[in-house]
C-alpha cells in the first residue's frame, strides 16, 4: 500500500492588528465584532508563514497461517488445537517539513492577481462582521513554485529530510500455539477450561538517521526476541445457577514502526506563538508485557438476567 499527504499554508495577518469589541452573555454566548472592518481590504493583508509539508509512506504485509483441530471423545481432554503463523512486514516513512517566515513583506502586491479572495461568513452566529479575506486555494495549489519563490525558496518540493521521521523496516514473526480444552469433576462438580501456550519469535531490522555532532548519520536497529505467552483457565459449575470463573495469562504488544523511529525532530514556534513542537521515537523499546489473572462468580437467575462480582490484577 502506499500512501502520499501534501499539505501547503500560508499564515496571514491583517497589518497593524485589529481592535474588537466583545460582548459577553448575549443569551449564553459572547459576540464580537471589528472596528472599522479592516479585514475587508486584501492590502491590509501581509503573509508571515509559509508551511510545506510532505510525506510518503510504503507498507506491505505477507501473512500465513495454518490451523489443526482435534477432537477427542471420552477422557480429560475435549480437543487438541494448534496452529502456526507466519507474517512479514516492510514499513518505509519518508517526509519533509520546511516553515518559512516572511514577515512583513509578503504583501498583497507580491502575490498574483486573484489570489486574495474575500470570504463570506453567510451570517455565522456571534459574529458582527461579513467576512474577510482568504488565499484562494486553487490558484495557490497552482502557483506554489511561485509562491515558495516569494519567501526566498526554491521552486519545487522540498527536498527529503532524513531526520524528521524518516525509517524503513522489515519485520518477520513466527508465532505457533498449542493448546488443549479439558472438562473433569472436582468434588462432583462440573469443570471444563483451557491450557495453551504461544510461542513468538520476532526479528526486525530498522534503518533510519540521527544527528551527531551536528552531522546526519546512519543508525540501525536489529531486534532479535522469542516470547513465551501460556493462559490457563478454570470454570467450575457450582450447580445450575452459579458459576466460578478463573484465568492466568501473559500478553505481549510490540510497538510500532513509527514509535521505534530513532529520529528527534524540533519544529520552531510561528511568530506570534510561544512555544514550538518537537517528536522522535526510541528503538530500543521493548514489548509491553502483561501478567493477568481474573476471576469472577456468576449467578445466573432462573427467571433471566445474571449478577455477577469479578477480582482482576494486572501486572
Known amino acids: 500500500r502506499y500512501v502520499t499527504f501534501d499539505n501547503f499554508i500560508q499564515d496571514w495577518w491583517v497589518t497593524g492588528g485589529v481592535t474588537a469589541d466583545f460582548e459577553t452573555n448575549v443569551a449564553n454566548h459572547t459576540n464580537f465584532s471589528i472596528q472599522g472592518d479592516p479585514q475587508m481590504d486584501p492590502a491590509n493583508f501581509h503573509s508571515s508563514g509559509l ?9 506491505s504485509e505477507l501473512a500465513l497461517t495454518a490451523d489443526y483441530l482435534l477432537e477427542v471423545d471420552g477422557g480429560f481432554v475435549d480437543n487438541f488445537q494448534a496452529g502456526i503463523r507466519y507474517a512479514s512486514r516492510e514499513a ?9 517566515w516572511g ?3 509578503l504583501r ?16 455565522a452566529t456571534y459574529l458582527d462582521f461579513s467576512g474577510f479575506y482568504a488565499a484562494d486555494y486553487q490558484v495557490m495549489l497552482a502557483n506554489k513554485g511561485t509562491i515558495r519563490q516569494l519567501y526566498g525558496r526554491d521552486p519545487e518540493r522540498p527536498a527529503l529530510n532524513p531526520l524528521l521521521r524518516f525509517f524503513s523496516a522489515e519485520e518477520d514473526t513466527l508465532a505457533a500455539y498449542v493448546q488443549t480444552k479439558y472438562s473433569t469433576t472436582v468434588g462432583g462438580k462440573e469443570a471444563s477450561g483451557l491450557i495453551g501456550v504461544r510461542i513468538i519469535d520476532l526479528q526486525r531490522d530498522m534503518n533510519s538517521f540521527g544527528e551527531v555532532g551536528g552531522v546526519t548519520v546512519p543508525v540501525n536497529s536489529a531486534v532479535d526476541d522469542t516470547v513465551v505467552l501460556p493462559n490457563v483457565s478454570f470454570n467450575l459449575s457450582l450447580n ?12 505481549s504488544s510490540y510497538p510500532e514502526f513509527a514509535d521505534l523511529n530513532p529520529n528527534e525532530f524540533i519544529f520552531p514556534p510561528a511568530p506570534g506563538t510561544p512555544t514550538g513542537t518537537g517528536n522522535g521515537g526510541n528503538p530500543d523499546l521493548d514489548p509491553i508485557e502483561s501478567n493477568s489473572f481474573d476471576i469472577s462468580l456468576e449467578y445466573y437467575i432462573p427467571a433471566g438476567g445474571l449478577v455477577s462480582a469479578a477480582y482482576f490484577y494486572r501486572d
Open 103 to 105: 514577515g512583513e513583506g
Open 240 to 251: 445450575e445457577d452459579w458459576l466460578l470463573r478463573t484465568s492466568l495469562s501473559k500478553t
Open 51 to 59: 508551511f510545506d509539508v510532505w510525506d510518503e509512506q510504503d507498507g
Open 108 to 123: 498583497q502586491e507580491g502575490y498574483m492577481p486573484g489570489y486574495l479572495q474575500p470570504v463570506d461568513l453567510g451570517g
Open 92 to 100: 518505509e516513512f519518508r517526509a519533509a517539513d520546511i516553515p518559512s
